[in-house]
Nanobody, 122 residues
Framework: QVLLVESGGGLVQAGGSLRLSCVAS????????MGWFRQAPGKEREFVAR???????HYADSVKGRFTISRDNAKNTVYLEMNSLKPEDTGVYYC????????????????WGQGTQVTVST
């Protein structure tokens, strides 16, 4: 069992930056691929970024060049650095973990955090 707790969300103006963190419980964090997803009101949850144990990185086209995912296995933490934020980045951001090389589909991830709200104002 893995417990994920996100933090770092908040209200920011367009063009600003935020850094999200996700701390995982357990002693096998380094063996998990970690993903970030987001869900805007009235929309489906969508993939944002993923980092594997290699680490190999993958981003949604909408965030490439603006967001950076990273991990610190010693701290059991995955980060999402978000720059040049846009109003369309608004939503609840979720951290997820999976062991079977999950990709961009939410069903491929086993564990989920409770989410942290990100609001980007114009």
């Amino acid at each position: 069992q893995v417990l994920l707790v996100e933090s770092g969300g908040g209200l920011v103006q367009a063009g600003g930056s935020l850094r999200l963190s996700c701390v995982a419980s357990g002693r096998t964090f380094s063996s998990y691929a970690m993903g970030w997803f987001r869900q805007a009101p009235g929309k489906e949850r969508e993939f944002v970024a993923r980092i594997t144990w290699t680490p190999s990185l993958h981003y949604a086209d909408s965030v490439k060049g603006r967001f950076t995912i990273s991990r610190d296995n010693a701290k059991n933490t995955v980060y999402l650095e978000m720059n040049s934020l846009k109003p369309e980045d608004t939503g609840v951001y979720y951290c997820a973990a999976g062991t079977m090389l999950p990709g961009i589909k939410s069903v491929e991830y086993t564990y989920w955090g409770q989410g942290t709200q990100v609001t980007v104002s114009t």
